[in-house]
Protein backbone atom coordinates (compact mmCIF):
# COMPACT_ATOMS: atom_id res chain seq x y z
CA UNK A 1 0.00 0.00 0.00
CA UNK A 2 3.19 2.32 0.70
CA UNK A 3 5.70 2.25 -1.80
CA UNK A 4 9.22 4.36 -1.12
CA UNK A 5 11.73 4.70 -3.81
CA UNK A 6 15.13 7.86 -3.92
CA UNK A 7 17.35 6.60 -2.07
CA UNK A 8 20.42 6.24 -2.38
CA UNK A 9 24.39 6.98 -1.80
CA UNK A 10 24.88 10.79 -1.74
CA UNK A 11 27.92 12.74 -0.80
CA UNK A 12 28.00 15.09 2.54
CA UNK A 13 26.01 18.53 1.88
CA UNK A 14 24.23 16.89 -0.70
CA UNK A 15 20.31 16.49 -1.62
CA UNK A 16 18.04 13.75 -2.36
CA UNK A 17 14.03 13.23 -2.70
CA UNK A 18 12.35 10.27 -1.36
CA UNK A 19 9.16 9.82 -2.74
CA UNK A 20 5.74 7.36 -1.02
CA UNK A 21 3.44 6.33 -3.23
CA UNK A 22 0.24 5.06 -1.67
CA UNK A 23 -2.42 2.90 -3.42
CA UNK A 24 -6.03 2.16 -2.09
CA UNK A 25 -6.08 5.35 0.25
CA UNK A 26 -5.71 8.94 -0.20
CA UNK A 27 -2.15 10.36 1.08
CA UNK A 28 -3.80 14.03 1.09
CA UNK A 29 -6.52 12.16 2.84
CA UNK A 30 -4.25 10.83 5.72
CA UNK A 31 -1.70 12.04 8.41
CA UNK A 32 1.22 10.91 6.83
CA UNK A 33 4.98 10.45 8.37
CA UNK A 34 8.61 9.38 8.09
CA UNK A 35 10.36 7.32 10.23
CA UNK A 36 14.04 6.62 9.83
CA UNK A 37 16.48 3.25 11.33
CA UNK A 38 20.28 3.79 11.27
CA UNK A 39 22.04 1.06 10.59
CA UNK A 40 21.81 -1.58 13.45
CA UNK A 41 19.91 1.28 15.28
CA UNK A 42 16.06 1.98 16.72
CA UNK A 43 13.86 3.57 15.21
CA UNK A 44 13.38 7.50 14.89
CA UNK A 45 10.87 9.50 14.13
CA UNK A 46 11.63 12.18 11.30
CA UNK A 47 7.97 14.47 10.16
CA UNK A 48 4.68 14.27 9.56
CA UNK A 49 1.72 16.12 7.42
CA UNK A 50 -1.53 16.79 9.13
CA UNK A 51 -4.65 16.64 6.55
CA UNK A 52 -4.11 20.28 6.49
CA UNK A 53 -1.04 20.00 5.07
CA UNK A 54 0.82 21.63 8.40
CA UNK A 55 4.18 19.73 8.70
CA UNK A 56 6.31 18.82 11.95
CA UNK A 57 9.83 17.98 12.12
CA UNK A 58 12.43 16.11 14.19
CA UNK A 59 14.72 18.55 15.80
CA UNK A 60 17.57 16.69 13.99
CA UNK A 61 15.82 17.39 11.02
CA UNK A 62 14.58 21.20 10.91
CA UNK A 63 15.09 23.60 8.32
CA UNK A 64 16.96 20.50 6.01
CA UNK A 65 14.26 18.29 5.69
CA UNK A 66 10.89 19.21 3.72
CA UNK A 67 7.37 16.97 3.57
CA UNK A 68 5.29 17.53 1.26
CA UNK A 69 2.45 15.43 -0.69
CA UNK A 70 1.39 15.66 -4.11
CA UNK A 71 -2.43 14.35 -4.24
CA UNK A 72 -2.63 14.31 -8.15
CA UNK A 73 0.14 11.20 -7.75
CA UNK A 74 -1.24 10.15 -4.60
CA UNK A 75 2.57 10.72 -3.17
CA UNK A 76 4.06 11.47 -0.21
CA UNK A 77 7.95 13.28 -0.41
CA UNK A 78 10.81 14.07 1.63
CA UNK A 79 13.12 16.67 0.46
CA UNK A 80 16.35 16.07 2.16
CA UNK A 81 19.03 18.81 1.81
CA UNK A 82 22.02 19.56 3.61
CA UNK A 83 22.71 16.47 4.24
CA UNK A 84 25.36 14.54 6.60
CA UNK A 85 27.31 11.48 7.57
CA UNK A 86 24.29 10.71 10.48
CA UNK A 87 21.22 11.13 7.98
CA UNK A 88 22.34 7.56 6.96
CA UNK A 89 19.22 5.36 7.87
CA UNK A 90 16.41 3.47 6.09
CA UNK A 91 13.52 5.92 5.65
CA UNK A 92 9.56 4.44 5.90
CA UNK A 93 7.08 6.07 5.10
CA UNK A 94 3.73 5.30 7.46
CA UNK A 95 -0.19 6.30 7.66
CA UNK A 96 -0.98 7.96 11.03
CA UNK A 97 -4.07 7.36 12.45
CA UNK A 98 -5.21 9.84 14.52
CA UNK A 99 -6.16 7.80 17.18
CA UNK A 100 -3.60 7.58 19.61
CA UNK A 101 -1.29 8.85 16.56
CA UNK A 102 -0.45 5.19 16.10
CA UNK A 103 1.92 4.12 12.56
CA UNK A 104 -0.32 2.04 10.93
CA UNK A 105 0.51 0.95 7.83
CA UNK A 106 4.61 1.19 6.74
CA UNK A 107 6.26 0.96 3.35
CA UNK A 108 9.38 -1.34 2.76
CA UNK A 109 11.84 1.25 3.11
CA UNK A 110 14.69 2.91 0.91
CA UNK A 111 17.89 3.05 2.09
CA UNK A 112 19.95 6.71 2.25
CA UNK A 113 23.40 6.40 2.86
CA UNK A 114 25.45 9.58 3.10
CA UNK A 115 29.07 9.21 2.57
CA UNK A 116 31.80 10.62 0.44
CA UNK B 1 11.20 15.07 24.21
CA UNK B 2 10.15 12.32 26.01
CA UNK B 3 12.64 9.77 26.54
CA UNK B 4 11.17 6.41 26.79
CA UNK B 5 13.47 3.60 28.11
CA UNK B 6 12.54 -0.16 27.76
CA UNK B 7 13.73 -3.20 29.22
CA UNK B 8 15.45 -5.59 29.08
CA UNK B 9 17.34 -4.72 25.64
CA UNK B 10 17.48 -8.40 24.77
CA UNK B 11 15.76 -11.58 26.45
CA UNK B 12 16.55 -15.50 25.17
CA UNK B 13 13.24 -17.47 25.89
CA UNK B 14 11.72 -20.73 24.37
CA UNK B 15 8.45 -21.28 22.20
CA UNK B 16 5.74 -20.89 24.68
CA UNK B 17 7.11 -19.09 27.57
CA UNK B 18 5.56 -16.02 28.78
CA UNK B 19 7.17 -12.83 27.46
CA UNK B 20 7.26 -9.85 29.17
CA UNK B 21 8.60 -6.51 27.76
CA UNK B 22 8.57 -3.03 30.11
CA UNK B 23 8.67 0.62 28.47
CA UNK B 24 9.04 3.63 31.08
CA UNK B 25 8.36 7.06 30.24
CA UNK B 26 10.06 9.96 30.87
CA UNK B 27 7.01 11.87 32.33
CA UNK B 28 3.05 10.41 31.97
CA UNK B 29 1.54 10.26 28.75
CA UNK B 30 -1.35 8.74 30.10
CA UNK B 31 -2.24 5.73 27.62
CA UNK B 32 -0.94 7.68 24.42
CA UNK B 33 1.70 4.15 23.99
CA UNK B 34 2.17 2.28 20.94
CA UNK B 35 4.28 -0.99 20.45
CA UNK B 36 5.70 -2.20 17.70
CA UNK B 37 6.96 -5.65 16.45
CA UNK B 38 10.71 -5.63 13.81
CA UNK B 39 11.61 -8.40 12.07
CA UNK B 40 15.13 -8.39 10.80
CA UNK B 41 15.15 -6.39 6.93
CA UNK B 42 11.42 -5.43 7.59
CA UNK B 43 9.12 -2.62 8.39
CA UNK B 44 7.79 -2.28 11.83
CA UNK B 45 4.52 -3.87 12.39
CA UNK B 46 1.79 -2.13 14.96
CA UNK B 47 0.59 -5.00 17.52
CA UNK B 48 -1.15 -2.21 20.23
CA UNK B 49 -1.94 1.06 20.55
CA UNK B 50 -3.06 3.35 23.17
CA UNK B 51 -1.55 1.34 25.53
CA UNK B 52 -4.00 -1.61 25.66
CA UNK B 53 -5.69 -2.03 22.58
CA UNK B 54 -4.98 -4.70 19.97
CA UNK B 55 -4.35 -3.58 16.66
CA UNK B 56 -7.07 -5.39 13.93
CA UNK B 57 -5.47 -9.11 12.95
CA UNK B 58 -2.94 -8.84 15.44
CA UNK B 59 -3.06 -12.87 17.22
CA UNK B 60 -4.52 -12.56 21.39
CA UNK B 61 -1.15 -13.57 22.75
CA UNK B 62 -0.41 -10.24 22.80
CA UNK B 63 -1.49 -7.71 25.13
CA UNK B 64 -0.49 -3.99 26.84
CA UNK B 65 -0.83 -2.71 29.68
CA UNK B 66 -0.34 0.42 31.60
CA UNK B 67 -1.13 4.12 31.76
CA UNK B 68 0.80 7.26 32.96
CA UNK B 69 4.74 5.92 33.16
CA UNK B 70 4.94 2.32 33.42
CA UNK B 71 3.58 -0.24 30.51
CA UNK B 72 4.57 -3.55 29.68
CA UNK B 73 3.98 -5.79 26.16
CA UNK B 74 3.11 -9.50 27.23
CA UNK B 75 3.17 -12.76 24.88
CA UNK B 76 1.05 -15.35 26.46
CA UNK B 77 3.02 -18.14 24.91
CA UNK B 78 5.93 -17.56 22.69
CA UNK B 79 5.39 -18.74 19.07
CA UNK B 80 8.49 -19.09 16.49
CA UNK B 81 7.22 -16.46 14.65
CA UNK B 82 7.71 -14.13 17.51
CA UNK B 83 11.47 -13.59 17.77
CA UNK B 84 12.39 -10.16 16.68
CA UNK B 85 12.42 -6.89 17.78
CA UNK B 86 9.49 -5.21 19.96
CA UNK B 87 9.91 -1.26 20.35
CA UNK B 88 7.39 0.98 22.28
CA UNK B 89 6.44 4.47 21.38
CA UNK B 90 5.00 7.17 23.06
CA UNK B 91 2.23 9.63 20.64
CA UNK B 92 1.32 12.36 23.97
CA UNK B 93 3.65 14.95 22.34
CA UNK B 94 5.55 15.93 19.05
CA UNK B 95 8.59 14.88 18.94
CA UNK B 96 7.52 11.64 18.77
CA UNK B 97 10.00 9.33 20.83
CA UNK B 98 10.44 5.34 20.06
CA UNK B 99 12.53 2.92 22.92
CA UNK B 100 15.61 1.66 22.24
CA UNK B 101 14.26 -1.72 21.14
CA UNK B 102 14.11 -5.19 22.78
CA UNK B 103 15.20 -8.13 21.02
CA UNK B 104 13.73 -11.66 21.96
CA UNK B 105 15.88 -14.29 20.89
CA UNK B 106 15.50 -17.98 20.61
CA UNK B 107 16.79 -19.80 23.88
Known amino acids: QLVESGGGLVQPGGSLRLSCAASRFSVSGNYMSWVRQAPGKGLEWVSLIYIDGSPYYAASVKGRFTISRDSSKNTLYLQMNSLRAEDTAVYYC????????????WGQGTLVTVSS | DIQMTQSPSSLSASVGDRVTITCRAGQSISTYLNWYQQKPGKAPYLLIYAASSLQSGVPSRFSGSGSGTDFTLTISSLQPEDFATYYC?????????FGQGTKVEIK
Open chain 1, 94 to 105: ARVESNYWRFAT
Open chain 2, 89 to 97: QQSYSIPWT
